[in-house]
């Protein structure tokens, strides 16, 4: 079973910085895909980046050249480095981890960009 605690989220002014982080309390494997999604009120949950079991990362279109995702094995964390950050990329933002048999959700961390 593994578990998965966001945090970092909060309110930052447009063009700002933050950097969300996803600690899993079980293993996770360097081989499982991980990933950030967000969901907007109003909107369906969207994928925002992904590590995928190959290595290879995905970006949604919205963010590329601004946001960058990272894994630490050793610590068992997820980590979204997100610069440049506009009005609309507020959301509550949700780490996710695909084991062979099972798919893991965070509780979310909110992120607000507002002046």
């Known amino acids: 079973q593994v578990q998965l605690v966001e945090s970092g989220g909060g309110l930052v002014q447009p063009g700002g910085s933050l950097r969300l982080s996803c600690a899993a309390s079980?293993?996770?494997?360097?081989?499982?895909?991980t990933g950030w999604y967000r969901q907007a009120p109003g909107k369906q949950r969207e994928l925002v980046a992904r590590i995928i079991s190959s290595g290879s990362i995905n970006y949604a279109d919205s963010v590329k050249g601004r946001f960058a995702i990272s894994r630490d094995n050793a610590r068992n964390t997820v980590y979204l480095q997100m610069n440049s950050l506009k009005p609309e990329d507020t959301a509550v933002y949700f780490c996710?981890?695909?084991?062979?048999?099972?798919?893991?959700w965070g509780q979310g961390t909110q992120v607000t960009v507002s002046s």
């Open positions: 079980g293993r996770i494997f360097s081989f499982w895909t």
């Open positions: 996710n981890v695909v084991s062979p048999r099972n798919s893991y």
